[in-house]
C-alpha cells in the first residue's frame, strides 16, 4: 500500500501499511515522537534516550509497547561494551487507519507474470528491497583492480526505476563498504569478482560461475573465453534463507556491459530460463558492437 500526495508539479508517495484503531490506542506523546525519530533511521534505545533527552528505562518501556503492536521492528544488532545493541525501525514509513473501502482509481504500475515473479524479491509492491553492489573504482584486492562496472549499473538502475512507486533513501554500495551484515540482504551484483570483492563471495555457489580465466556453465559445461561475455544469473542467497541474489557480471568491463544491455533490450529472454534448464534463472549473452565503434552495442544469448 501507498500514501501519495500531490506537491506543486509532483506526486510524491511512501510505503505504507492500514492498520486498526487497536493499535493506535495507549500510544503516548512520547510512543510518537520515537516513532518520528526512528522513521529516517535506526536507532537502538540508548540513542533514542539521548536524542530525545528522557530516561532510558522509559523509551525501553514505550519501545516494547510499540514492537508488540508491530509498528516497530529490530533491523539489526551490534555488540557495543559487552552487551547487545538492538536497532529499532518503523515497520513502514506511515501507517493509515481506513474508515471506508478503497474506491477504483488508475494503477501507478501494473506488472504481471513472470517480470513480477522475477522481480518480485527486490521490487514488493513497487518498493525497492535489496542492496546494489558495484566494484570500487580505486584500486583493490589482490589484482589491483579498479572498477568501470559501476558506471553501466547506472543504466540498470535506471531500468528497475521503472517498476518502482517508491524510491528508498541509499541501496548503492562499493564492494569495498559491504560488511557481513550486508550480506544477508538482497542483492543484486555488479561486477565479476576480479572487481566486485563481493562476487567471489557468491561465486561457488552459481550455476554459472568465474573459472579461472573464463566464465563457466555448470548447465552446459561450456567455457567462455570471451572479454564480451557477459552473465545474468538469479539464484538464492547462501547468506540468508528467504533472501536472493542478482548477479549482472562479465570478466571484463564489456562483458557487464553486455548483461546490463541484455537487460535493456532483451528482457523477456531473461525471464525464459537457460536453454538447458528453463526452471533456472541463468544466462549467458555476448556482446556485440554492431556500429563497429569499438564499444558493445547489443547482445546474442549464448545460452
Known amino acids: 500500500m501507498f500514501v501519495v500526495k500531490q506537491e506543486k508539479d509532483e506526486l510524491l508517495s511512501l510505503p505504507a501499511e492500514e492498520i486498526d484503531l487497536d493499535k493506535l490506542r495507549n500510544l503516548s506523546p512520547l510512543a510518537i515522537e520515537i516513532m518520528k525519530l526512528i522513521s529516517e533511521n535506526a536507532m537502538y534505545p540508548a540513542q533514542i534516550a539521548k536524542s530525545l533527552k528522557e530516561h532510558e528505562q522509559k523509551i525501553y518501556y514505550h519501545i516494547r509497547n510499540l514492537e508488540r503492536k508491530n509498528l516497530i521492528k529490530v533491523v539489526k544488532e551490534e555488540n557495543k561494551q559487552g552487551a547487545v545493541a538492538r536497532y529499532y525501525k518503523l515497520c513502514e514509513p506511515a501507517f493509515v487507519l481506513r474508515f471506508k473501502k478503497f474506491d477504483k482509481t488508475h494503477k501507478f504500475s ?52 521503472t517498476f518502482l512507486n517508491y524510491v528508498p533513501s541509499f541501496n548503492v554500495k562499493l564492494d569495498t563498504e559491504t560488511r557481513e551484515e550486508d550480506l544477508k ?86 525471464l525464459d530460463g537457460n536453454v538447458h534448464k528453463k526452471k533456472i534463472i541463468a544466462k549467458v549473452v555476448e556482446g556485440i558492437d554492431l556500429d563497429s565503434d569499438g564499444l558493445v552495442d547489443d547482445v546474442e544469448i549464448r545460452e
Request: aromatic share 10%.
Open 110 to 161: 501494473k506488472r504481471e507474470g513472470r517480470s513480477k515473479e522475477f522481480l518480485e524479491p527486490f521490487i514488493v509492491d513497487g518498493k525497492f528491497d535489496a542492496l546494489i553492489v558495484v566494484g570500487s573504482p580505486d584500486p583493490h584486492g589482490p589484482d589491483k583492480a579498479r572498477s568501470r562496472d559501476g558506471y553501466y549499473g547506472m543504466d540498470l538502475a535506471l531500468f528497475l526505476g
Open 185 to 270: 540482504q538482497n542483492l543484486i551484483i555488479i561486477g565479476g569478482p576480479i572487481v566486485n570483492k563481493v562476487m567471489e563471495k557468491f561465486n561457488d555457489d552459481l550455476p554459472i560461475k568465474f573459472k579461472e580465466k573464463n566464465i563457466y556453465s555448470t548447465l552446459s559445461k561450456q567455457e567462455y573465453p570471451s572479454d564480451e561475455i557477459g552473465i545474468i544469473v538469479k539464484a538464492k542467497n547462501p547468506f540468508c534463507d528467504g533472501k536472493q541474489i542478482l548477479v549482472v557480471a562479465g570478466k571484463r568491463h564489456a562483458g557487464t556491459r553486455a548483461a546490463i544491455i541484455a537487460f535493456l533490450k532483451h528482457f523477456s529472454s531473461i
